[in-house]
């Protein structure tokens, strides 16, 4: 009789413990923001794009760190007038040929020359 006990005991439990692992898990994912998602924030903001990334100018502290460039990478190819217009190497507001530079120790910023001018670029990131 005990037998039986502990057997339906242990029988209760994995029943027990298999109803309530399968609970459905949601795994939430998010994305790089894209120009769209960007200029809904501020329309008025100075983006590129670059490296399926978009990059944007004004940021306080970016501006005011220390960097070294590390090597030039690309230019501006395209001015992107409308949203659908926006892919690699294309600017809202910088001229086409500005000069894009990678930087020393941070992946996620870059420097753009033009016309005795310098910008520094920071990347979206996921949201």
């Not at 027990?16 to 903001?45: F, M, R, Y």
């Not at 100018?57 to 395209?78: A, M, N, R, S």
Request: glycine fraction near 6%; charge should be negative.
């Amino acid at each position: 009789m005990k037998s039986n006990r502990v057997l339906l005991f242990i029988a209760l439990s994995l029943l027990w413990l298999v109803g309530c692992s399968n609970q459905d898990i949601k795994v939430h994912t998010t994305e790089k923001p894209d120009a769209a998602e960007i200029l809904k924030l501020d329309s008025n903001a100075d983006i590129f794009q670059w490296g399926d990334s978009i990059y944007q100018t004004g940021i306080d502290w970016v501006d005011e760190l220390k960097l070294v460039e590390k090597e030039h990478i690309g230019v501006i190819e395209f001015k992107a007038s409308k949203l659908e217009d926006f892919k690699n190497g294309a600017a809202n507001k910088l001229p086409i040929g500005a000069e894009i530079y990678s930087v020393k120790d941070h992946d996620d910023i870059l420097i753009v020359k033009f016309e005795n001018e310098v910008k520094r670029f920071l990347a979206s990131s996921e949201g």
